[in-house]
């Protein structure tokens, strides 16, 4: 068979295009060399957000887009994505209130807002949102923006697409391809064997990777380059009560973000810092730790160090190279490249979590002169699997799941309901009590549940289970994560 098209890399950007192209009627096929959202996609600091700091670099179209993402993705997949208050202290020796006014000004007017609350100023003093600060922050403002688990969204989009008929393959690298006449003859490889693929169009959505396969990989050469620069978080015990997060300036004008993670912890980040290796995995150095640890205790009352942080992960943001000469300037806006000298290629340099969805409508766009009878643009309205209940009102939901499924421990209700959404009765189906379930292998990871991650969402190792399609990594004791390990072995083994 000839697919239409193949889409090199199963991150946001990769997942995205291929659900928005499997829906306009298209035969897709997408490979992954790891797993789903293994690179940058799972490694952001998972906020869908206009990106308030880019007012700053001029960045309006980028911020408009990304502002009205927040609401079509809040409707898309709202067990995934939730609205969420940041507090900004004001410091008199950094930006001026009138400029921070200014800024949210725009934030608040740039797109239409339904579902978000828009900014104000706050007393910090004496109140919770000043609570955790040093007592010199004595006013602040507030905004919304909107949280989203990054991973578990790009298996929501890599699930549509396999709904609409894509054919993904993980662990399956794209070694090379070559032009012939009318289409591109791809090399995959996964563990035992090597394949052709055949497809008329090649989307090059490789993320870090993405000057290497357009140059290698499919031979042609570009005069657009990407960028990379490095991002590294840090994960705490909870710093502060309250589900609220914090903006918090920096000296070096650059802002922090501490936000409340997965129950328990902190999720500080991030770093900016120029990468010169080659694109692969990245790990935070100690300059990094250092820099965050500081921004914390900066405005915070009480003081963390280095034997306070839990976790810490680090991402490499394929930015598209504006000549920009500080890593923290270079625009945070996408471009594509477009080679239509045969079969055609088109390649992605930037984009956010919170614009791919946009971004693979435009990507689809450009495409079209390959594809005279593509459908029109159609994901602005549609729900993400799992997501089809009323965005504004996620309580209720979690009210029928917890009816539906009363033997489950309220945190873990909570847990799947959000995980999950309306798909978690695919596993928890007329289960009764948590034995129904099989195996617990630690805070209500269930036999049922691993098993549907295998089946149904590519999971094949132990971390892309614990650190991507949950997070309990974090919380399970260490021989617990090598139970599920034992487990996943056994049962891939059997397969
Ligand atoms: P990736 O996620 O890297 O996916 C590319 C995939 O291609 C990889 O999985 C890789 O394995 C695969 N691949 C490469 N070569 C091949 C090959 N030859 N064959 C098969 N597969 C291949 N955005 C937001 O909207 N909100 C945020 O809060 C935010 N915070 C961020 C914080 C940090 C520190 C960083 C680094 C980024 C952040 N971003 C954020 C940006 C966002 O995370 C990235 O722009 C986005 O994840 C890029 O997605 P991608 O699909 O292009 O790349």
Redesign the pocket.
């Known amino acids: 068979m000839v697919f239409d098209l193949l889409v ?8 995205a295009i291929a659900r928005d192209a499997a829906g306009r009627g298209l035969s897709v096929a997408l ?4 797993d ?14 206009g990106g308030l700091r880019y007012l700053e670099h001029f960045e309006f179209r980028l911020v408009r887009e ?1 502002l009205a993402e927040r609401e079509v993705m809040l409707r898309a997949a709202p067990h995934l994505v939730r609205p969420m208050t940041f507090v900004l202290p004001h410091e008199a020796g950094l930006r001026p209130a009138w400029m921070i006014r200014a800024g949210l000004f725009l934030y608040d007017h740039l797109a239409q807002r339904g579902l978000l609350d828009g900014s104000r100023r706050v007393a910090l003093r004496g109140t919770a949102f000043g609570a955790p600060l040093r007592p010199e922050y004595e006013t602040g403002f507030t905004y919304a923006d909107c949280r ?1 688990d ?1 991973a578990r969204l ?1 298996v929501a989009y890599a699930l549509a697409a396999l709904e609409l008929g894509a054919d993904i393959r993980v662990r ?4 090379d391809a070559r032009r012939e006449t009318d289409r591109w003859v791809a090399r995959l490889a996964d563990k035992e064997s090597e394949t052709e693929v055949e497809a008329r169009v090649i989307v090059n ?6 000057s ?2 357009l140059h290698d ?1 499919l031979g042609i050469t570009s005069r657009k380059h990407v960028r990379l ?5 840090i994960v705490t015990r909870r710093l502060f009560d309250g589900d609220h997060a914090y903006i918090l300036q920096n000296s070096d004008r650059r802002v922090i973000f501490a936000i409340p993670y997965e129950q328990d912890f902190t999720l500080v ?3 900016d810092v120029t990468y010169e290796g080659a694109p692969g995995p990245a790990a935070i150095d100690a300059a990094e730790i250092s820099y965050l640890l500081a921004a914390i205790n900066r405005c915070f009352a009480r003081q963390i160090e280095e034997a306070d942080i839990v976790w810490s992960y ?5 930015l598209f190279d504006d000549g920009a000469l500080e890593a923290s300037v270079v625009t945070r806006d996408y471009a594509f490249d477009l080679d239509f000298s045969g079969a055609p290629a088109l390649s ?1 340099f ?7 969805r946009r971004l693979a409508e435009h990507a689809l766009d450009e495409l079209r002169p390959a594809f005279p009878k593509l459908a029109p643009a159609w994901t602005e309205r549609a729900t993400l699997p799992g997501g089809d209940f009323d965005a504004a009102d996620f309580a209720g939901f979690l009210a029928g799941f917890r009816r539906d499924w009363p033997f489950l421990e309220e945190g873990l209700a909570l847990r799947l309901a959000r995980a999950y959404g309306t798909r978690a009765a695919l596993f928890l189906r007329d289960a009764r009590k948590m034995e129904d379930l099989g195996r617990d292998f630690g805070c209500g990871l269930t036999q049922a549940e691993l098993a549907h991650l295998v089946t149904e969402e590519w999971a094949r190792s132990a971390e892309d289970v614990l650190w991507r399609r949950t997070k309990l990594g974090l919380h399970l004791r260490e021989r617990e994560r090598v139970e599920v390990e034992l487990m996943l072995a056994a049962h891939l083994g059997n397969k």
Do not use: F, W, Y
Not at 314 to 318: D, E, I, T, Y
């Open positions: 090199i890399g199963g991150g946001v950007n990769g997942c490979a992954e060399m790891g789903l959202a293994s690179a940058t996609s799972s490694a952001s600091t998972k906020l869908i957000h990304a989203v990054d790009v399956t690298k794209v070694l959505a490789a993320g870090p990777h993405v290497q396969v990989g620069v490095k991002g590294s978080h980040g991030t770093t680090s991402g490499l943001r394929p992605v930037g984009g956010k979590i919170t614009t791919a």
